[in-house]
């Protein structure tokens, strides 16, 4: 069974390629690289002990996919590649709708084309907005997002339920994910963000290997048990896990299944803050700035959809995923460029 992953160099991607392979799937990585490094690749071999293809290619062009499923014999196709910075997306709305959302089309024409019609897709936790109550359950309307990267998700979900719809020969994931850290265990692959990190624990890292100085606490004054905001942080292992579960099922069935994948946990960011210090034995100086605007109070997940219809559960601790986090940043203090 040959599997094709697009963003397949890329954070979350590159730790399903090793889940995939574990479990025996065969894969083919289609990547721009626009927001990744190949050795992704090469680590995702040294791990897993198995090889496979990865092509350079942009999911926008159309001709170079064809050419792919000519190439190779593809399954179903499980799709990460996509832009994700929140405040880039609100500088550069265009290029966000255009490569996430028009990039997901070419590649379902392709597949309809190639008549490969089982995709699992990234969502997010953002597709919930603000509107919605914590625990976000699956059942729950989509919310309002606030800024163009959360649109891309809502429409794109739209697009897969509309082409469900139209042929109920698809089966497709929709798999809403919550807040991803860590990295696996062996250290070799990890989360590698360009120019200062938007996101709470890749910054958490970058001070304690020295990159920065000091974490600014957006805001100590919502409606939490702490004041700081609290959010269902997953190890990315455990996140990976989900994604084979959820493609086994896909595999024998029709139809448009949703799926959180979280561990219905909430931390605050003190919680992060301390539990990364305590495990690593490391110093995160901090200080408590505004709020972050677009920001909600509390995200987390009623995950009890998927254990009951996928039996998946997140098995990794906070501690896990601090420790992981910072195995994977002290000895790649560059991400892969050194
Ligand atoms: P990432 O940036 O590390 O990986 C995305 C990969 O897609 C990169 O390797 C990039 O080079 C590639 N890519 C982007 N546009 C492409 C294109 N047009 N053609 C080919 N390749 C392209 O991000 P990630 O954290 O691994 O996220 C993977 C997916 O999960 C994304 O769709 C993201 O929106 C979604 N997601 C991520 C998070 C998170 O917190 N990391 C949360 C929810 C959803
Ligand atoms: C961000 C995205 C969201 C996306 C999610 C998962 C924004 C506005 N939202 O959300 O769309 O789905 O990642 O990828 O970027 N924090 C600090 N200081 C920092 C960084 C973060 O205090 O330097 C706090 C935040 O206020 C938040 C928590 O840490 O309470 C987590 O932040 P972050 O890692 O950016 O994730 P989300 O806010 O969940």
Not at 173 to 180: G, K
Request: proline share 5%; aromatic share 10%; glycine share 10%.
């Amino acid at each position: 069974m040959s599997i094709l992953v697009t963003g397949g160099t890329g954070y979350i991607g590159s730790h399903t390629c090793v889940e995939l392979l574990n479990a025996g799937y065969d894969i083919v990585v289609v990547d721009n690289f626009c927001n990744s490094s190949p050795m992704a690749a090469d680590r995702v071999r040294e791990i897993t002990g198995k090889d496979f293809k990865v092509y350079r290619c942009d999911i926008r062009d159309r001709d170079g996919l064809k050419k792919i499923f000519e190439e190779e014999k593809i399954d179903a196709a499980i799709h990460f590649a996509g832009l994700k910075a929140v405040g880039e997306s609100c500088q550069k709305p265009l290029e966000y709708y255009e490569n996430n959302i028009w990039g997901t089309v070419a590649l379902l024409e392709v597949m309809r084309d190639a008549g490969c019609k089982t995709i699992v897709f990234s969502s997010s936790a953002t597709v919930y907005g603000s509107e919605n109550k914590v625990p976000f359950n699956e059942t729950m309307p989509v919310g309002t997002a606030t800024n163009p990267y959360g649109t891309t998700k809502i429409y794109i979900e739209n697009i897969l339920q509309d082409l469900y719809k139209s042929d109920n020969g698809w089966s497709v994931s929709l798999l809403r994910y919550f807040n991803p850290i860590g990295a696996h265990p062996s250290g070799r692959i990890g989360e590698n963000p360009n120019g200062i990190p938007n996101n709470l624990m890749p910054y958490i890292a970058q001070i304690a290997v020295g990159k920065r100085e000091k974490l600014s606490i957006f805001g100590d004054d919502y409606p939490t048990p702490d004041g700081t905001g609290v959010r269902d942080y997953i190890h990315v292992v455990d996140l990976a896990l989900g994604h084979i579960k959820a493609l086994d099922r896909a595999l024998g069935k029709t139809g448009v299944d949703i799926y959180n994948l979280g561990t219905g946990i909430g931390y605050s960011v003190l919680d992060i803050v301390k539990t990364f210090i305590e495990v690593n034995g490391v110093d995160i100086p901090y200080e408590i700035g505004p709020r972050r605007p677009g920001d909600i109070a509390e995200c987390y997940a009623n995950a009890d959809k998927a254990a009951k219809e996928l039996g998946w559960k997140a098995e990794r601790t906070l501690a896990d995923m601090c420790r992981d986090t910072w195995n994977w940043q002290k000895n790649n203090p560059n991400g892969y460029e050194n």
